[in-house]
């Protein structure tokens, strides 16, 4: 039996070699059993001796897994034998973890993402237009889960503006000093993007995404209305930007809780510690206040001290600095990591108004207020990643390491438990009512999907920064993505995934 298992160990890794997917390797070994005149194995995987982490069931014990056509089927006490083992002894078994708040729609990206445990990458606060096309660029074997919501802005530019959505096409290029980020909408308008946006959400869109500060002059009340009462009508919920004010101003916050509540909208507030900046406390107040009032509102933070925003962007057209609190030499180029002037950044205006900025305004003790409060989820807003000759800021290659190594081990801000719930449980139960495919994500437990992480406690963290944004983080063992090996040993297991496209229609 040893010496058979060793054969096929061997098939194995020759297999991975060449870069087959687990499920040919599982394949061969079974038949090479078979051929022996041996049963095979009872799972396609095992996770055994690890210390399994289920936020839903508390779960926390040492406890092997086995898995079977990309489902845990069983949690055991005692090693399980599968086709392929595992030995997680002195690691921690997680759920994969579910970035709400990605715009990183491109391999490099997710590629980025799954070396940080990120099964399922979702683009909700932009969203995605048409749905149907949605992520086609990434073609039939996806690295993680992925999806995203029906994106405003952009039936809005085509609705207002098409010709700059036709550019965006054709370019992938976006200045948002255009018509799109800055008119009013007419009646008639105003009804044809409501079509439009019904039209997507049966689609299979989860939920509406809405960069209401980006388009703080062109959205009016009645077009912000008709968003939520677009929601309301489908249980679809709105994934918000909210307007800015200067630092600690509610307003905005104010403004979508006033209308989900009006409407009978879901709302989720995007990046709460770089809107709120010093009013964290107080906007956490207001949406457990609102919350307490049936209000269905959630939100998320990430654990970084820039924001990212293209540089034509509406707060750049406003009292930005006084927004912020910093200058012009507290922001840099994205792509080169150069520090502005006065001169450069309204050089970098005129002439790449797509361009991106790094401003660095959000301070640490923001962060840790707002991670300590109980449900506020984390997500990366990891921005556009094409390839790896351009900088980004480092949200999409460590934020669930940061969280962590930082956060849970270094500073003991968070039980491990917490961490795990508001990187994985919390935003599938948020996305639940819009896709019920996520009742089976976000969980280690009997008929959830084999979404998993295995990540040693000991030494998680992020290794990117702002000067190398790429760096993948160190600790992360393994992760699985519907049954399949994806990441051995902080590399990629192959190029071909096995991640699926996640509507509202997904069963």
């Known amino acids: 039996m040893r010496s058979e298992f060793s054969i096929i160990t061997s098939?194995?890794?020759?297999?991975?070699?060449?870069?087959?997917?687990?499920?040919?390797?599982?394949?061969?070994?079974?038949?090479?059993?078979?051929?022996?005149?041996?049963?095979?194995?009872?799972?396609?995987?095992?996770?055994?001796?690890?210390?399994v982490i289920d936020p839903e069931s508390r779960l926390d014990a040492v406890r092997s897994?086995?898995?079977?056509?990309?489902?845990?089927?069983?949690?055991?006490?005692?090693?399980?034998?599968?086709?392929?083992?595992?030995?997680?002894?002195?690691?921690?078994?997680?759920?994969?973890?579910?970035?709400?708040?990605?715009?990183?729609?491109?391999?490099?990206?997710?590629?980025?993402?799954?070396?940080?445990?990120?099964?399922?990458?979702?683009?909700l606060e932009a969203g995605g237009f048409p749905i149907e096309r949605?992520?086609?660029?990434?073609?039939?074997?996806?690295?993680?889960?992925?999806?995203?919501?029906?994106?405003?802005?952009?039936?809005?530019?085509?609705?207002?503006?098409?010709?700059?959505?036709?550019e965006l096409a054709a370019t992938g290029k976006l200045?948002?000093?255009?018509?799109?980020?800055?008119?009013?909408?007419?009646?008639?308008?105003?009804?044809?993007?409501?079509?439009?946006?019904?039209?997507?959400?049966?689609?299979?869109?989860?939920?509406?995404?809405?960069?209401?500060?980006?388009?703080?002059?062109?959205?009016?009340d009645a077009e912000r209305d008709m968003i939520f009462a677009v929601a309301a009508r489908h249980g679809a919920p709105i994934f918000v930007h909210v307007r800015r004010g200067i630092d600690g101003d509610p307003a905005g916050l104010l403004e979508v809780i006033e209308a989900a509540e009006q409407y009978g909208a879901a709302v989720h507030i995007c990046h709460l510690n770089a809107s709120a900046m010093s009013g964290v406390d107080d906007w956490?107040?207001?949406?457990?206040?609102?919350?307490?009032?049936?209000?269905?509102?959630?939100?998320?933070?990430?654990?970084?001290?820039?924001?990212?925003?293209?540089?034509?962007?509406?707060v750049f057209s406003r009292n930005w600095r006084e927004i912020f609190a910093i200058d012009y030499t507290d922001v840099q180029w994205a792509e080169t990591g150069e520090w502005l002037t006065e001169e450069?950044?309204?050089?970098?205006?005129?002439?790449?108004?797509?361009?991106?900025?790094?401003?660095?305004?959000?301070?640490?003790?923001?962060?840790?207020?707002?991670?300590?409060?109980?449900?506020?989820?984390?997500?990366?807003?990891a921005m556009p990643l094409l390839s790896y000759d351009r900088k980004v800021v480092p949200n999409g290659a460590g934020t669930s390491a940061r969280i962590l190594g930082q956060y849970v081990r270094d500073e003991g801000l968070l039980s491990l438990s917490d961490a795990i719930a508001r990187l994985s449980l919390y935003?599938?139960?948020?996305?639940?009512?819009?896709?019920?495919?996520?009742?089976?994500?976000?969980?280690?437990?009997?008929?959830?999907?084999?979404?998993?992480?295995?990540?040693?406690?000991?030494?998680?963290?992020?290794?990117a920064s702002y000067a190398a944004p790429f760096n993948p983080p160190t600790g992360i063992h393994s992760v699985w993505v519907a049954g399949v090996l994806a990441v051995q040993g902080g590399e990629l297991v192959g190029r071909v995934g096995s991640g699926q496209k996640l509507t509202s229609a997904t069963p």
């Open 11 to 51: 098939l194995r890794f020759s297999l991975l070699s060449k870069s087959w997917s687990l499920r040919a390797v599982i394949a061969a070994g079974v038949l090479l059993l078979t051929a022996c005149g041996q049963a095979p194995p009872p799972y396609d995987v095992a996770i055994n001796n690890g210390r």
């Open 65 to 123: 897994i086995g898995i079977r056509a990309g489902k845990i089927e069983t949690i055991s006490e005692t090693p399980l034998e599968a086709v392929d083992v595992v030995e997680a002894s002195g690691l921690v078994v997680s759920p994969g973890f579910i970035n709400l708040h990605s715009h990183s729609v491109a391999e490099p990206g997710y590629r980025l993402e799954l070396l940080d445990g990120v099964t399922t990458v979702l683009e």
């Open 134 to 166: 949605f992520g086609q660029q990434l073609g039939n074997s996806p690295l993680t889960h992925f999806g995203a919501s029906v994106g405003h802005a952009w039936i809005r530019m085509q609705v207002v503006d098409p010709d700059a959505l036709i």
């Open 175 to 220: 200045d948002m000093s255009g018509a799109a980020f800055t008119q009013t909408a007419t009646s008639a308008q105003r009804r044809k993007m409501e079509r439009i946006l019904e039209t997507e959400l049966a689609e299979g869109g989860l939920g509406i995404g809405f960069l209401l500060d980006y388009m703080t002059r062109a959205v009016d």
């Open 284 to 314: 956490l107040d207001e949406i457990d206040a609102a919350r307490a009032r049936g209000v269905d509102v959630t939100t998320e933070m990430f654990p970084w001290t820039s924001g990212s925003a293209a540089i034509s962007s509406d």
């Open 344 to 381: 450069t950044f309204q050089a970098y205006r005129e002439t790449r108004p797509d361009g991106q900025t790094m401003h660095h305004y959000i301070r640490e003790e923001w962060n840790r207020r707002a991670i300590q409060r109980p449900h506020v989820m984390v997500a990366s807003d």
């Open 427 to 463: 935003p599938a139960q948020r996305m639940e009512a819009i896709a019920p495919a996520f009742a089976r994500k976000g969980r280690v437990s009997i008929g959830a999907d084999a979404d998993i992480v295995v990540f040693d406690p000991g030494t998680v963290a992020a290794m």
